[in-house]
């Protein structure tokens, strides 16, 4: 009976395992669709600051009855260059930040596999220690 309940526990043992590496994938796949919307947000965002800085250059210089010409020219470039870049820095950001999360899913699967493995060795050094398990048909000489 007692090899029955170490055998249990193990394979009970096993279950929780997978199911925490699991769930700790999940939340890593939804980490990475929230990160994915993030960065479109960002951008977005940023598209929007341009424009509205680059409108607002635009009418003032039609206020004050001027072509976008030399330093309104060069602040509305330089913006747009700020703007480009920061995108840039933020998708590699971003794909840094997506990689790692791949990486640590697939470090979850690798830990839980090892996990599982050392539970049924474990389990087995166990009961061959306590010299349970008999062969099938007796085993001992009489």
Known sequence: MG???TIAAAGAS?????????????E?????????????DRA???????????????A????????LMGSVANISLVDAERSAEDSRIDELNTSSRLRSMKRQRKS???ISRLRTATTI??????????????PAGGGEEE
């Open 14 to 26: 096993i279950a929780a395992n997978r199911q925490e590496a699991g769930a700790k994938q999940v």
């Open 44 to 58: 977005i965002q940023r598209k929007r600051r341009i424009n509205a800085v680059l409108g607002s250059q635009n």
């Open 60 to 67: 003032l210089a039609a206020a004050k009855g001027i072509q």
């Open 108 to 110: 979850i699967g690798r």
């Open 3 to 5: 090899d029955f309940l």
């Open 28 to 40: 890593l796949d939804i980490a990475a669709r929230e990160e994915k919307t993030a960065v479109k």
């Open 121 to 134: 060795l474990k389990t087995g050094a166990s009961i061959a220690n306590r010299g349970g398990s008999k």
